[in-house]
């Protein structure tokens, strides 16, 4: 069975870090482009973060940039993603999607296959 497992949310005070882990079991992640989406209380899910199949490329949203950083382990089958700075507006249940199987040195937010089950990060004092 295909799945995404996120770990590592929880509570954090603002300005705190947490590293939230996506693990894959069932498939290699090696040929999937790999990124992490939050959905807000009353908002729209929306892209957070990406990481192409080969690694060598990311992507951020304007609200993380310098704050958040993708990476990938293919030998854990796992994905990161590095929160520090965290702010109340980072408050989301946080899913990791998986797209593919492809090669390619891009990602984007669309078309993902995979989803994980999400995870709450809450940001307060």
């Known amino acids: 069975q295909l799945q995404l497992v996120e770990s590592g949310g929880g509570l954090a005070q603002p300005g705190g870090s947490l590293r939230l882990s996506c693990a894959a079991s069932?498939?290699?992640?090696?040929?999937?482009?790999m990124g992490w989406f939050r959905q807000a209380p009353g908002k729209e899910r929306e892209g957070v973060s990406c990481?192409?199949?080969?690694?060598?490329?990311?992507n951020y949203a304007d609200s993380v940039k310098g704050r958040f950083t993708i990476s990938r382990d293919n030998a854990k089958n796992t994905v990161y993603l590095q929160m520090n700075s965290l702010k109340p507006e980072d408050t989301a249940v946080y899913y990791c999607?998986?797209?593919?199987?492809?090669?390619?040195?891009?990602?984007?937010?669309?078309?993902?296959?995979?989803w994980g089950r999400g995870i709450l990060v809450t940001v307060s004092s």
């Open positions: 990481i192409s199949s080969s690694g060598f490329s990311t």
């Open positions: 069932g498939f290699s992640l090696d040929y999937f482009a």
């Open positions: 999607a998986a797209d593919g199987p492809l090669l390619s040195n891009n990602c984007d937010y669309y078309g993902m296959d995979y």
